[in-house]
Every structure is written in C-alpha cells, then in structure tokens.
C-alpha cells in the first residue's frame, strides 16, 4: 500500500528554523517526483515545488523561491521541507503529494498534511 | 506562468443535482489539467487525470472534458458525499498551479 506519512503538528515563534518531513513507503520512492502544497487554513491550494529523489532535481514556483527549501533523503524514503526563517504567515497546511507516474497524470497520493504555526 | 480560472467559486446544490465546474487557462495546456476533490480537515484527492479520465476508484458519475483553455468537471447526479471544494491544477510546465476551487455546498 502506497502510503506518504507526513510529521505533524509544529509550533514556532517568528525567525525560528523548521524542517518537515515526508516519508514514502509501499512503492519505489526515488521513481516519483514528491511536491509539496501549501494550505492556509480557510483558503485555497498553492503549489510550491517539487523534487525528484532519485537525483534531487528541483523546482520551485516562483512564489516560493529563495523563501523554502525541498530536499530528500533517499536513504530513508523521506523529502523534507524547510524554512531558515519563519514568518507569521508561514502559518498554515503543508501537503506532500506523489506524482503519478505521467506528468499528465497528476497527483495520486498524498499525505495527512502537517500543520505549521508561527506564532510569537 | 499559466494561470486557472474556476467558476463559480460557491455553488449551491441539491442532491440529485447535475453540477458543471469550468477551469480556465490563461494559456493552451492541451490535456494536461486535473481535477481534485477536497474535504474538510482532509489532503486533496484525485478525482480525473489527463483532463478526461477518470483516477481508479473514482464513481463514474465524475467526468472531466476539454482541452487547450476550457476545461469542465461535472457530476452527474450529486450525493451527499460530493459536498466538498473541487479545484483544477495545471500539469504542464512549472508552476503546477491551483485554481481558486469551487466550494460545492448544499
């Protein structure tokens, strides 16, 4: 069973450091690009990025570069998020999904989502 | 970079209802746009690929059309279950953007 388990809950004050996570199992990690979304609570989906494990090949959506960093591990079947510093409006869902195995295909798993507050 | 357009944002709708979503690109995307649907409290999850086929255990009373700008989501008859916010995502070039969503409510 392809399963994406995300870290949970993350509570930081502003300009503080954070790194999330999300680990695949149940399928061959390093074949499928891994994106991360982004939710503030109440509003919509936004794309941020996206990273291949096998060679960490990454991109970023242009509101989000320079602003985060997505990296994997693929000794432990894990893609990590993360932030130097944080603002209040980091607030928010953070979503990993797997992409399928066609660009044309879409996101086919995803994780519960963390949920990150930034907080002084 | 390629921008979505859903309409309506809010659609109030009965069970049994035929509902209709439309997703407009700011550019030729071909076929490749998806379709997900969210619930409250829960991770987005795939609905239609490849902007017409339906993802495996998806009801068939979801289909998807068009191609290039016009895209469309529609469900057949509406059941309870199918409360919830549907949103396009563009699956060519970088950013995969989002549209806004359309939130389906009673």
């Known amino acids: 069973e392809v399963q994406l388990v995300q870290s949970g809950v993350e509570v930081r004050k502003p300009g503080e450091s954070l790194k999330i996570s999300c680990q695949g199992s149940?399928?061959?990690?390093?074949?499928?690009?891994i994106s991360w979304v982004r939710q503030v609570p109440g509003k919509g989906l936004e794309w941020m990025g996206i990273?291949?494990?096998?060679?960490?090949?990454?991109r970023y959506s242009p509101s989000f570069q320079g602003q985060v960093t997505i990296s994997v591990d693929k000794s432990i079947n894990t893609a990590y998020l993360q932030w130097d510093s944080l603002r209040a409006s980091d607030t928010a869902i953070y979503y990993c999904?797997?992409?399928?195995?066609?660009?044309?295909?879409?996101?086919?798993?995803w994780g519960q989502g963390s949920l990150v507050i930034v907080s002084s | 970079d390629i921008q979505l357009t859903q309409s309506p944002s809010f659609l109030s709708a009965s069970v049994g209802d035929r509902v209709t979503i439309t997703c407009r690109a700011s550019?030729?995307?071909?076929?490749?746009l998806a379709w997900y649907q969210q619930k409250p409290g829960k991770a987005p999850s795939l609905l239609i690929h490849?902007?017409?086929t339906l993802q495996s255990g998806v009801p068939s009373r979801f289909s998807g059309s068009g191609s290039g700008t016009e895209f469309s989501l529609t469900i057949s008859s509406l059941q309870p279950e199918d409360f919830a916010t549907y949103y396009c995502?563009?699956?060519?070039?970088?950013?995969?953007?989002f549209g806004q969503g359309t939130k389906v409510e009673i």
């Open positions: 999904a797997r992409r399928a195995v066609y660009s044309s295909q879409g996101s086919d798993y």
């Open positions: 149940g399928y061959s990690f390093v074949k499928y690009w």
């Open positions: 990273i291949y494990p096998d060679d960490s090949d990454t």
């Open positions: 550019q030729g995307i071909g076929s490749f």
């Open positions: 490849t902007a017409s």
């Open positions: 995502q563009v699956l060519t070039g970088y950013p995969r953007t």
